[in-house]
């Protein structure tokens, strides 16, 4: 079975620091990639995804991700944090099929110090 | 445009006692449906999902049941809770077209005492 794994678990920044939460998955054929985002207090929201084509993928606020097939990662990236990105980050995949499920990881939790 | 509710946002049950969690979604027709729970650093555990009405599929054996008895509509439920059954419990909706892309509902959080 597929997994994904976040292996920073929690991070924390002052604001205008440079962001990379990394993600790796575990899955030889082709894949959607997905980060998520959950505020305090709020519902999970969709940051950015990929499918396919360019491998650098522009999501809202601000922030990126890069998908690197031969390292089967999907990093996310951010120049410049502010108190407001202060939530926990979630990756998921999703392996070539829509019968699939998304498969999440454990998640980041991002506190950005003002 | 397509929303998706959850009720109740938080419940606090006896263990033992049954349990009903809601979800609805409003502005699509026959969407994929799914059950999450959220545990602190383990991030999202699917539980269930329902590809139509009355068609349900478990991932994880455990006290807990779904039921899908109308197109837009999915339960979540149990009839003896366990304290382990304590968590944060979303609900998502696949996008039609979508390709995989899911959209949570608020969540409900249950406390077993």
């Known amino acids: 079975a597929q997994s994904v794994s976040q292996h920073n678990h929690h991070v924390i920044l002052s604001e205008a620091a440079s962001l990379e939460l990394g993600c790796n998955y575990s899955y030889g054929g082709t894949v959607n990639l997905f980060w998520y985002v959950q505020y305090p207090g709020q519902h999970l929201q969709l940051l950015l995804k990929?499918?396919?084509?360019?491998?650098l993928v522009k999501g809202i606020k601000g922030f990126e991700a890069e998908f690197i097939k031969s390292k089967f990662s999907f990093n996310l990236r951010k120049p410049s944090v502010q108190w407001s990105d202060t939530a926990e980050y979630f990756c998921?995949?999703?392996?070539?099929?829509?019968?699939?499920?998304?498969?999440f990881g454990s998640g980041t939790q991002l506190t950005v110090l003002p | 445009s397509q929303t998706i509710h959850q009720w109740p946002a938080t419940l606090v049950q006896p263990v033992g006692s049954p349990l009903s969690l809601e979800c609805t979604v409003e502005g699509t027709s026959n969407p994929n449906l799914y059950w999450y729970r959220q545990a602190a650093g383990r991030g999202l555990q699917l539980l269930f999902y329902?590809?139509?009405?009355?068609?349900i599929s478990s991932e994880v054996p455990q006290n807990l049941s779904a039921s899908r008895p109308q197109d837009r509509q999915f339960i979540l439920s149990s009839k003896k809770l366990l304290l382990s059954d304590s968590g944060f419990y979303l609900c998502?909706?696949?996008?039609?077209?979508?390709?995989?892309?899911?959209?949570f509902g608020e969540g409900s959080r249950l406390t077993v005492l």
């Open positions: 998921a995949v999703l392996p070539g099929g829509s019968a699939r499920q998304l498969t």
């Open positions: 998502a909706w696949r996008g039609a077209g979508g390709r995989g892309e899911l959209f």
């Open positions: 990929y499918f396919s084509g360019d491998p």
């Open positions: 329902s590809v139509g009405i009355g068609q």
